[in-house]
């Protein structure tokens, strides 16, 4: 007979199909483990003769299915956890693999696909111990693109790496390392100069504040701008005048 378990996992409802006998004492046995032909990493697992449920060679792996061996109802619970398991970790790598994410990012992308807490949470502290999520790394990533080619101010590099849900104390040490390095007057001063020819025909006083505007959208601090817009525009309509 045809047995079918269902379990759920938050919004996420998982049902795997197994034969099995309705005697607890006779348990079904794999009878065979084929590769799915158009997906060779996962495995179709057959009990008593039946197609029961595919699995992912990792969870093959884990729970050491072999052919011959006997599977209770609670080693299928097991599996079935595993499985899901298995899944948002493939799907946390390939995230990974496109680019550089924080914790925090991972997460709110893994619950978008209505993982539960329990699952998300011991995929992320695998990721962690192997190395494939560091936030310190990603945050030095991320100032650096930041500071050499976004020309961002410090400022504003700040407000992105809390966005991306980065710590302060590490967005703070990642940001120190990064513009103690970098010449964030020589990149004002950069930006400036290429917006400065649109501003040739407005009052002096307006060309400034637009500028400063500009500039202070991109994180730079005062100390940094006025001086920039000094030499790339001259003082005319400074303060004072």
Sequence with gaps: MIREFTRMNANKRERIHWRGLADDFLMPVVTKIVEQKKRPNRRNVYLDGAFAFGLNDNVIARFRLRQGMSISAERVAEIAAGEIRQECFDFAIKYLQARLHSTAELRRKLVRREYGQTVIDAVIADLLRMGYLDDARFAKSKALLAAEHKHHGRRRAFVELLKAGVKRDVADAALDDVYEKADSTAAARLLAEKRAPSLKK????????????????RGFDYETIRPVIDQVLGNRGGDGE
Aim: charged content about 30%; glycine content about 6%.
């Design 202 to 217: 407005l009052e002096p006083a307006v060309a400034r504040r637009r500028l400063a505007g500009m500039l202070m959208r």
